[in-house]
Nanobody, 118 residues
Framework: QVQLVESGGGLVQTGGSLRLSCVASGSFLAIAVMGWYRQAPGKQRELVATIISGGSTNYADSVKGRFTISRDNAKNTVYLQMNSLKPEDTAVYYC????????????WGQGTQVTVSS
């Protein structure tokens, strides 16, 4: 079982920056695919970015060039650096871990609110 704790959300003006952190604890973290998802009011949860243990990344088109996901395996921490924030980035951001066991072990954090004012 994996526990995920996010931090770093807040209120920022358009064009500003925030860095989210997610500290993970549990087993098999070294092989976990880590990711950030977000859910805006009235919308479905959507993928923001993922990173595998080797460091390869994947981003939603809406955040490419503005957001950067990274991980520090020694600290069991994944980060999301968000630059050039827009009001449409406003959402609750969730940390996710997906461990490729059989069956896959998927865990979610409690979420952190990001609000971008216009």
């Amino acid at each position: 079982q994996v526990q995920l704790v996010e931090s770093g959300g807040g209120l920022v003006q358009t064009g500003g920056s925030l860095r989210l952190s997610c500290v993970a604890s549990g087993s098999f973290l070294a092989i976990a695919v880590m990711g950030w998802y977000r859910q805006a009011p009235g919308k479905q949860r959507e993928l923001v970015a993922t990173i595998i243990s080797g460091g390869s990344t994947n981003y939603a088109d809406s955040v490419k060039g503005r957001f950067t996901i990274s991980r520090d395996n020694a600290k069991n921490t994944v980060y999301l650096q968000m630059n050039s924030l827009k009001p449409e980035d406003t959402a609750v951001y969730y940390c996710n871990s997906n461990i490729p066991t059989r069956p896959p072990l998927v865990s979610w954090g409690q979420g952190t609110q990001v609000t971008v004012s216009s």
